[in-house]
């Protein structure tokens, strides 16, 4: 039985990697593409999911980190660095485990879930919360890797772009084709920017060290992104000082890669959009009790989107569409206890006899 190799190795043909390349990986990629039975439903479309938060650290950064971590090693680096809204975080001090770098994180202080603190913790990464936002860190983070002696692993770094890229790569491998639209949530960029390269680059012959493979699809897909309304840098067309969102995730206000995110929309002929906290929580509700898949709010935001337009009447039938749910719902798993109307779900106390549980239950004896 073929057992599934991580990224780099399944796509080395596609990356900037040698046989003599050091690989830095924990399996990730080869997530599932799930019939989303509800949505297809709802739009009279083919709708996937890609359930991204299946990687090893519960998201798709792992797909970047195993390339920037592999690059890392192969620059001689010694330790890492990078600014993070969690998953980054948790992703970069599990690579550099892996990898035997040091690591350090700077996160926006309470602003980033308990799930994805702990990884970082517990990978032993050297965790500061800064006081600011998640810009701010990037901004110092850079700084860090410019003139100090630590490694940037932020979606800056291309090689991060280039493992990312190999979310298309398995989108188009799953279904024989490109779909027709790809959708997905937008904070820093870098996710759109790599999808978009991923897609163009399977959709013509591709120049390889050992000579040219032929194209994989025949068409590339309308990109549709949506950021949260209080963090939609793109949607307001100028960076955003004070982002705000329930969505820590997606909690970003300059995003780094803004201009190749422009031109994956502008090129595939899409759209970025916003969409509200709440539209977000719908999403978030629809996806775990509708579809069977458990995602962080940030993560819903794609979703939201797709409701949104279609309930717009902007969303066309008949065609394929791919959803990137990007990290997985117990990183951040408090939102699943809140109801519609904002208060908390409170687990029904029994006591410990079968009858009690059987009545508890609207059950009668057979
Ligand atoms: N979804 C999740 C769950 C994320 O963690 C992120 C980004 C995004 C979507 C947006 O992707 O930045 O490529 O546009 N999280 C980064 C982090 C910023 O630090 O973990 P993007």
């Not at 083919?46 to 690059?71: I, W």
């Not at 002696?149 to 491998?173: C, H, Y």
């Not at 898949?293 to 066309?316: D, N, Q, T």
Request: glycine share 10%.
């Amino acid at each position: 039985a073929h057992q599934w190799r991580g990224v780099i190795r399944e796509y080395a043909d596609r990356l900037p990697v040698t046989e003599a390349t050091k690989v830095i990986t924990l399996g990730e990629g080869g997530t599932p593409l799930v019939h989303a039975q509800k949505l297809s439903e709802l739009t009279g479309s083919q709708v996937y999911l890609k359930v991204e938060g299946m990687n090893p650290t519960g998201s798709f950064k792992d797909r970047g980190m195993t390339m920037a971590m592999t690059a890392a090693v192969e620059a001689g680096a010694k330790a890492v660095v990078c600014a993070s809204t969690g998953n980054t975080s948790a992703s970069a001090a599990a690579y550099a485990t892996a990898a035997g770098l040091k690591c350090a994180v700077l996160v926006p202080e309470g602003k980033i879930s308990m799930g994805k603190l702990s990884q970082a913790i517990a990978h032993g990464a050297t965790l500061l919360q800064v006081d600011g936002n998640f810009d701010n860190c990037l901004d110092i983070a850079r700084k860090l890797g410019e003139s100090y002696p630590v490694f940037l692993v932020n979606s800056v770094n291309p090689a991060r772009i280039q493992g990312q890229k190999t979310g298309a790569f398995e989108v188009v491998d799953s279904l024989g084709d490109a779909p027709d639209i790809h959708v997905l949530p937008v904070g820093n960029a870098g996710n759109i920017t790599a999808y978009w390269k991923g897609y163009k680059e399977y959709a013509a012959p591709f120049e390889t060290a050992n000579g040219t493979l032929p194209a994989v699809s025949t068409k590339t897909p309308i990109m549709w992104g949506f950021q949260a309304a209080g963090a939609a840098p793109f949607v307001a067309g100028h960076p955003i000082t004070e982002p705000d969102t329930i969505a820590t995730a997606i909690r970003i206000g300059n995003p780094a890669s803004w201009d190749t995110a422009v031109a994956a929309r502008d090129e595939s002929g899409g759209l970025i959009e916003a969409v509200t906290d709440e539209e977000i929580l719908d999403a978030h509700r629809w996806l775990s009790s509708k579809e069977g898949v458990f995602v962080e709010p940030g993560s819903a935001a794609g979703v939201a989107g797709l409701i949104k337009k279609h309930a717009a009447g902007e969303v066309p039938s008949g065609k394929t569409i791919v959803i990137t749910v990007t990290g997985h719902g117990l990183k951040d798993p408090q939102w699943a206890l809140r109801t519609e109307d904002g208060s908390d779900v409170q687990p029904v106390k029994v006591s410990n006899d079968v009858v009690t549980v059987a009545a508890e239950l609207g059950l009668e004896e057979k």
